[in-house]
């Protein structure tokens, strides 16, 4: 007999436990079985096999789902990695991997044992229960459950199972999600045979048999049979007739759910690269050619401004690999960039680009999963869950907009940030890494300036021109197909001055005038602000009451479309009060804003403006990024009006104005990378103006003109921002100088949860002293930036300092916390 190491389903189970196999199941490393585990059956992946059990008694396998592991060696090994390293159980890192629809779970089943024996020993429920299971083949848990109370039948089944009355069985379900399939019809005798059975039935009054056949004699190839069913008016029945006399065949093929069916990209060849680009590409082709260490990842960091040609730069980088061989993956930080990236892929590698991201139906994922783990994918692209892609022979991933908060898993465990499991996903595969961003991650440029990563620059602008000859701003077309354009003007505007010149406006006189200019000139524009809604909070000036979440600690907030009053965070809602609970005022203010407040306020500036809303509240149905992109594109619309997923990648030539509302909604959060977030904002939206062919403007609202962040973000001078911002982290002992581990415990009980976080943030003080780690530092207990969420309290610890993992492996963490290494939030 031959045992199995199983990564289980459990809560709290960071290892495997050891299993036997039965000798009928084809069990291999990376086999997604179901085995017994307690009083329940789990949901398992094995990781090994072996010879001899590591424990004394073991239980059999109950279940295994395929004869061929779904999991490679490969992923087994980055699952133990990521398992290590972010601190979670091996399951939770090997759920990433998972196709859809494999975590279903088996249903239980019970029969009767013949001959039954003396029952008097058993008890009234034992026996109802039992008498129950006899009167049928076999009963499920479920109905038993209905019977009895889940637990109680759970109970009794368990006992019989043990007296060997009855016997324990498991079926996994139906599957859910299965290939489409349409039933196609074609001719299956001759010609001739069929023309004599038209001549033959014609005789004998079958009309609908006739049509048929005649309509199939005129088909040069296999037809839907729902088609000719419909176009002829006749029934099932009838072609059954004709199928059962083999004068025709109806066969079954599964048809592709493509969701990329929406696009109408014609195929293209690459063009050629600007100067730049080409000097870019040739450092990257070289170290790439000349590589000879495989067990060190090839990283290069492509720090291209926004406009520079990244993107071509990847599609060169595909291009490389394809032709020997291999295979890519591209990540996004947002679904809502990629139709652009997707366009670009697609009209290179027409046919052969996979996308997966959340978005997509369950037939689609299915689909999508199947055909890139066949190899039918040159290259996958999306969010950051599309990095456990089946994508077989991998030898490139790229990281887009690699500084994107959007890479780090925050809600659930394994909390891993996408691009150090790329990397390390490319040391096991031999792959190579192209990290590209306008305003890389802090840590990432500090790498390297280190040498760990191939720093590789893009700083020149390129604007896509035509066969013409033209003069730009500053430069000229150095080839017919592009020419060089500067970065955008912009302006920083001081709010505080506004006000004090009567101006209570949110949008400042000179960025009305900017857009009103724009648009007499048949330009477009971008406003952003980084808040959805239409105020921010409401408050009665009376008492001073907020309407807040009754389960969160937050404000509730505004939308007037929707005449609600909404959390953000748990969803929760109530109808516009019309006074204050507290006091009865009916005067009510309407504070903050939010995109809804920004479309109110253009709207009535600018009544004759054609606006469109781009956020999470409005991009719901299916493909509504492409829709709204495309209007946008199309010029149907002249100011867009939206939050984070305009800032990003989206690349709109007749955008010559954008305009920032409040550059202060993340720069005073209480997280030591506030500065670093404002920047790198800026910077993404200043880069959508003026990508087309004439002059970008920026302007920037706040009321901290002089913060460094916004200072450099106008002068678009990362390497200004990065030295301030380098020597604040070294200062501090921040990242890249030390690692952070954050936990927290929530409970719903304030008292306990506070005493629990001290009790914990004891033992961990009690362990550095012990240690005698004086460059390891705690801070905590504290309560986080939102300290109630969803009904729970939340207080957290920080650890700061090296090697602070290792340390944390020796002290006992109980149910109920949340570890995060590396968090990107702090607050």
């Known amino acids: 007999m031959h045992y199995a190491e199983v990564a289980v389903n459990s809560p709290g189970s960071h290892g ?114 039992l008498h129950i299971v006899m009167k049928k083949s076999k009963v499920s848990l479920k109905d038993l459950g209905k019977e009895f109370g889940l637990k109680k039948a759970e109970l009794l089944s368990s006992q019989l199972v043990s007296y060997r009355l009855v016997t324990r069985k498991y079926e996994i379900p139906q599957v859910k999600v299965k290939p489409k399939q349409l039933a196609y019809i ?56 004709l199928e059962n006399r083999q004068l025709l065949s109806i066969n079954t093929v599964n048809i592709r759910r493509d969701p990329l069916s929406y696009l109408k990209s014609a195929p293209t060849l690459p063009p050629p690269l600007a100067p730049s680009q080409s000097v870019a590409w040739n450092t990257i082709e070289t170290d790439w050619d000349n590589r000879n260490n495989f067990t060190d990842p090839l990283v290069f960091l492509l720090f291209g401004i926004t406009g520079s040609g990244k993107t071509e730069i990847y599609l060169r980088a595909l291009d490389k690999v394809v032709s020997g061989g291999k295979r890519g993956i591209c990540l996004v930080p947002e679904i809502a960039l990629t139709p652009q990236t997707v366009e670009r892929f697609a009209a290179r590698y027409s046919g052969r ?38 994508q077989p022979d991998l030898g490139l991933i790229i990281i887009d ?61 390129i604007i896509s021109g035509s066969d013409t000859q033209k003069t730009g701003r500053d430069g000229y077309f150095p080839s017919p197909s592009f020419y060089y354009s500067t970065l955008p003007e912009v302006k920083i505007v001081d709010m505080r001055n506004e006000l004090r010149e009567g101006n209570i406006s949110i949008i400042s006189r000179s960025l009305l005038a900017g857009i009103e200019k724009a648009l007499q000139q048949d330009d477009q524009v971008i406003l952003f602000i980084n808040r959805r809604g239409t105020a921010t909070f409401v408050r009665c000036p009376d008492c001073g009451f907020v309407f807040r979440c009754p389960r969160c600690s937050v404000a509730l907030t505004y939308h007037s479309q929707k005449g ?5 965070h748990c969803r929760h809602f109530i109808s516009v009060p019309h006074s204050c609970p507290q006091c009865s005022g009916a005067r009510l203010s309407f504070l903050g804003i939010g995109t809804q407040k920004v479309v109110d306020e253009i709207s009535k500036a600018l009544p004759d403006a ?3 809303r781009w956020d999470s509240d409005v991009v719901g149905p299916k493909h509504k990024h492409e829709e709204l992109l495309a209007d946008f594109r199309n010029h149907k619309a002249d100011i867009l009006i939206g939050t984070q997923m305009i800032a990003k990648g989206l690349d709109l030539p007749q955008v010559t104005l954008a305009g920032i509302i409040s550059a202060d909604t993340s720069i005073n959060l209480p997280d030591f990378r506030a500065g670093e977030q404002t920047f790198q904002l800026l910077c993404q939206v200043a880069g959508r103006a003026g990508r087309g062919f004439k002059a970008g403007k920026v302007i920037i609202q706040t009321f901290s003109p002089d913060n460094y962040a916004i200072q450099s973000a106008a002068r678009h001078d990362y390497p200004g921002f990065y030295r301030d911002e380098i020597n604040y982290r070294r200062q501090y002992n921040y990242p890249p100088f030390s690692q952070l581990i954050r936990l927290i415990y929530s409970h719903t009980n304030n008292e306990l949860c506070q005493r629990e976080a001290k009790r914990l943030g004891q033992s961990i003080y009690n362990k550095i002293q012990e240690k005698g780690a004086s460059k390891t530092s705690l801070i905590g207990p504290i309560p986080t930036y939102v300290s109630r969420l969803r009904g729970r309290y939340r207080w957290q610890l920080i650890l700061r300092g090296h090697d602070v993992a290792e340390l944390l492996s020796n002290v006992k963490i109980t149910a109920g916390w949340t570890i995060d290494v590396d968090p990107v939030r702090v607050s």
């Open 610 to 612: 054609k606006l469109l």
């Open 353 to 390: 680009v996979g996308i997966l991201h959340s978005g997509l139906s369950p037939g689609e994922q299915y689909d999508e999963w199947q055909r890139i783990k066949e190899g039918k994918c040159d290259v996958v692209i999306g969010p950051r869950s599309a990095l456990f892609a089946p």
């Open 186 to 241: 074609s001719l299956k005798a001759s010609n001739n045979e069929v023309e004599n059975e038209i001549k033959r039935l014609s005789k004998t009054r079958a009309p609908k048999q006739v049509a048929v056949l005649d309509y199939l004699l005129k088909q040069s190839q296999s037809i839907p049979l729902r088609e000719l069913i419909n176009k002829l008016e006749c029934s099932l029945r009838t072609v059954r007739a």
């Open 16 to 129: 495997t436990f050891c299993y036997a196999i039965p000798l009928k199941f084809n069990v291999q490393p990376g086999s997604i079985v179901w085995v017994p585990f307690g009083s329940r059956v789990a949901h398992g992946v094995v990781v090994q096999i072996s010879d001899r059990p590591s424990v004394e008694n073991t239980k059999e396998i109950a279940y295994y789902t395929d004869d061929y592991p779904l999991l490679s060696l490969k992923q087994i090994e980055l699952a133990y990695w990521i398992s290590q390293h972010y601190i979670s159980s091996l399951y939770d890192a090997f759920s990433l991997m998972f196709p859809p629809e494999i975590g279903r779970k088996p249903g239980t089943y019970f029969q009767a044992v013949e001959p039954i024996g003396n029952l008097s020993s058993l008890t009234e429920e034992q026996k109802r229960l």
């Open 401 to 461: 907009e690699e500084h994107g908060q959007m890479y780090k898993q925050e809600d659930r465990s394994p909390r891993y940030h996408a691009r150090e499991v790329a990397i390390r996903l490319a040391q096991l595969s031999s792959a190579v890494v192209i990290l590209g961003s306008a305003t890389p991650d802090v840590t990432s440029f500090y790498k390297a300036k280190l040498g760990k990563y191939r720093l590789v620059a893009l700083s020149r602008r």
């Open 564 to 568: 609600r009053l909404i959390c953000h």
